[in-house]
Antibody, heavy 120, light 111 residues
Framework: QVQLQESGPGLVKPSQTLSLTCTVSGGSISSGGYYWSWIRQHPGKGLEWIGYIYYSGSTYYNPSLKSRVTISVDTSKNQFSLKLSSVTAADTAVYYC????????????WGQGTMVTVSS | QSVLTQPPSVSGAPGQRVTISCTGSSSNIGAGYDVHWYQQLPGTAPKLLIYGNSNRPSGVPDRFSGSKSGTSASLAITGLQAEDEADYYCQSYDSSLSARVFGGGTKLTVL
């Protein structure tokens, strides 16, 4: 079955850009039918949807983060990526990549998550 | 503050039945958008438990069930087991926010 794996720096300095990549294995991003999302979880808190991308490159972002978020896809590498600019300590969280679509239209595929700390 | 409201915690003894509520509004659950439920065991990623209000993915025990009515949804767990101790999140779509939204989460403690 499809598996997701996040990768990227675990420490980012304030005001810099957070960059993460999610590698999809066991299936092709280009096969369609699924939307690929980034979701984060602040320490000890709930889940926040950041945005998603379709294999065609179409994106949709959470309006609360839209001004700082860019999600892109590289179908040749079967990866999609997150960039979050001008980070502050409030962006410290576990970042998950996730897939949703098909009949369920729910987040039914999840990566294990990666902790990103924003600190100087 | 989440637009979907869940109780912070619920508890029950093994074998008992517990329910977790998820209260929304006319711009999300009440607008007809589906509600999904996720289980997050300590230190792990969330796992889809219920989709489309009341459907279980393959592999999820039938002890877990979901329902929706009006502006609220509920997750019921019967025959409570120690392994059910986890955080549970509801999720839907909110048309006012134009975003997929989660509830604040409910911590289930098995006594």
């Amino acid at each position: 079955q499809v598996q997701l794996q996040e990768s990227g720096p675990g420490l980012v300095k304030p005001s810099q850009t957070l960059s993460l990549t999610c590698t999809v294995s066991g299936g092709s991003i280009s096969s369609g039918g699924y939307y690929w999302s980034w979701i984060r979880q602040h320490p000890g808190k709930g889940l926040e949807w950041i945005g998603y991308i379709y294999y065609s490159g179409s994106t949709y972002y959470n309006p609360s983060l839209k001004s700082r978020v860019t999600i892109s896809v590289d179908t040749s590498k079967n990866q999609f990526s997150l960039k979050l600019s001008s980070v502050t300590a409030a962006d410290t969280a576990v970042y998950y990549c996730s897939g949703s679509g098909g009949a369920k239209n729910a987040f039914d595929i999840w990566g294990q998550g990666t902790m990103v700390t924003v600190s100087s | 503050q989440s637009v979907l409201t869940q109780p912070p915690s619920v508890s029950g003894a093994p074998g008992q039945r517990v329910t977790i509520s998820c209260t929304g509004s006319s711009s999300n659950i009440g607008a007809g958008y589906d509600v999904h439920w996720y289980q997050q065991l300590p230190g792990t990623a969330p796992k889809l438990l219920i989709y489309g209000n009341s459907n279980r993915p393959s592999g999820v025990p039938d002890r877990f069930s979901g329902s929706k009515s009006g502006t609220s949804a509920s997750l019921a767990i019967t025959g409570l087991q120690a392994e059910d101790e986890a955080d549970y999140y509801c999720q839907s779509y909110d048309s006012s926010l134009s975003a997929r939204v989660f509830g604040g989460g409910t911590k289930l403690t098995v006594l």
